[in-house]
């Protein structure tokens, strides 16, 4: 499972691939302006990039949502560690709670009711590395 940090550096590649993808076109487009002026060439080369750039905006869109996606869940997976170490502290504190009372108790004393253990936090998604 990758960790928060794997998610975070999915994200920036994706991101920086989307940037890298979206200019691909750009230097054939250059190009054509010195080299290529009129003729049927001309258009059908245009008609190419043109669909060249169609698809490589469906592909920089793509990678943009996969980076948004990693980004979430880089973010889902940092709430959940923070939610574990919340309840893991909470736990401890409910642990030496416990114990005092049931000591308290053995020797007679009456505190009330005995300590509620901490709620644990709902489990999180099944890409969430502990």
Same mark, same amino acid.
């Given at each position: 499972?990758?960790?928060?940090?794997?998610?975070?550096?999915?994200?920036?590649?994706?991101?920086?691939?989307?940037?890298?993808?979206?200019?691909?076109?750009? @230097?054939?487009?250059?190009?054509?302006?010195?080299?290529?002026?009129?003729?049927?060439?001309?258009?059908?080369?245009?008609?190419?990039?043109?669909?060249?750039?169609?698809?490589?905006?469906?592909?920089?869109?793509?990678?943009?949502?996969?980076?948004?996606?990693?980004?979430?869940?880089?973010?889902? &997976?940092?709430? +959940?560690?923070? &939610?574990?170490?919340?309840? $893991?502290?909470?736990?401890?504190?409910?642990?030496?709670?416990?114990?005092?009372? $049931?000591?308290?108790? &053995?020797?007679?004393?009456?505190?009330? @009711?005995?300590?509620? @253990? @901490?709620?644990?936090?709902? +489990?999180?998604? &099944?890409?969430?590395?502990?």
């Amino acid at each position: 499972m990758p960790l928060t940090e794997d998610f975070d550096e999915a994200a920036a590649t994706l991101e920086a691939a989307a940037q890298q993808t979206a200019t691909l076109a750009d @230097p054939a487009r250059t190009l054509m302006q010195g080299v290529m002026v009129g003729g049927q060439l001309t258009n059908v080369v245009t008609d190419e990039l043109d669909a060249a750039d169609t698809l490589l905006d469906q592909v920089t869109a793509e990678l943009g949502r996969l980076a948004q996606i990693c980004r979430e869940r880089a973010e889902i &997976s940092r709430a +959940a560690l923070v &939610s574990t170490q919340e309840y $893991e502290a909470a736990y401890a504190t409910y642990r030496t709670d416990l114990q005092q009372w $049931e000591e308290a108790a &053995s020797g007679g004393r009456t505190l009330g @009711p005995a300590p509620d @253990p @901490p709620v644990a936090p709902p +489990a999180p998604p &099944s890409f969430v590395t502990r």
